[in-house]
T-cell receptor
Framework: GQQVMQIPQYQHVQEGEDFTTYCNSS?????IQWYKQRPGGHPVFLIQ?????EVKKQKRLTFQFGEAKKNSSLHITATQTTDVGTYFC?????????????FGQGTILTVHP | GAGVSQSPSNKVTEKGKDVELRCDPI?????LYWYRQRLGQGLEFLIY????????KSGLPSDRFSAERTGESVSTLTIQRTQQEDSAVYLC?????????????FGPGTRLTVT
């Protein structure tokens, strides 16, 4: 079945440093979504990418979808302590279960002030 | 408006007992998902309901797990003869699967502890 891998599993940064997490799928995706889960909270939707090579920005966050639609990345510029949490990518491979997402294992981000 | 709600928020049960977890999705959302999240781990897909289609049960870990959904509303996840390895947070999410955009809205989860 479809697999979505995320790296790194953990990332510790000093406040002000940049952060990137990478997501790779074993199959071509119709779209990819990113979620953030704060410690003790539940995942919250950040963004969805649909088009090959798409790049979207939300303030200090930049999301990219690969040309082959099998990989994606999330880059945070100048991290802040409010960025702490786990970042998940989730891909939809299409097929019979339309709308079903496969989540990556997540990258746990720690920001040291 | 109201988000996804789940009950109970916490459940402690003895090994071997059955438990029922409830999820109230956002009104009008056609899709409903159940996930399991063990401490410090990712989201493990359990089951997916979409409209009137047969549910995708491919993630249920054993026949002790089952779920039902009444139309496009409430869903219950039942775990029979609970085991200690069932201890986890069970998250429910709903989405309006229409067109190309269908973000998932998660509930706060039910923390299940099997003693």
């Amino acid at each position: 079945g479809q697999q979505v891998m995320q790296i790194p599993q953990y990332q510790h940064v000093q406040e002000g440093e940049d952060f990137t997490t990478y997501c790779n799928s074993s199959t071509t995706l119709s779209n990819i979504q990113w979620y953030k889960q704060r410690p003790g909270g539940h995942p919250v939707f950040l963004i969805q990418l649909v088009k090959s090579g798409e790049v979207k920005k939300q303030k200090r966050l930049t999301f990219q979808f690969g040309e082959a639609k099998k990989n994606s990345s999330l880059h945070i510029t100048a991290t802040q302590t409010t960025d702490v949490g786990t970042y998940f990518c989730a891909g939809d491979a299409g097929g019979t279960s339309y709308g079903k997402l496969t989540f990556g294992q997540g990258t746990i981000l720690t920001v040291h002030p | 408006g109201a988000g996804v709600s789940q009950s109970p928020s916490n459940k402690v049960t003895e090994k071997g007992k059955d438990v029922e977890l409830r999820c109230d999705p956002i009104s009008g959302h056609t899709a409903l998902y159940w996930y399991r999240q063990r401490l410090g781990q990712g989201l493990e897909f359990l089951i997916y309901f979409q409209g009137n289609s047969a549910p995708d049960k491919s993630g249920l870990p054993s026949d002790r797990f089952s779920a039902e959904r009444t139309g496009e509303s409430v869903s219950t996840l039942t775990i029979q003869r609970t085991q200690q390895e069932d201890s986890a947070v069970y998250l429910c999410a709903s989405s309006l699967v229409a067109g190309a955009t269908y973000e998932q809205y998660f509930g706060p989860g039910t923390r299940l502890t099997v003693t």
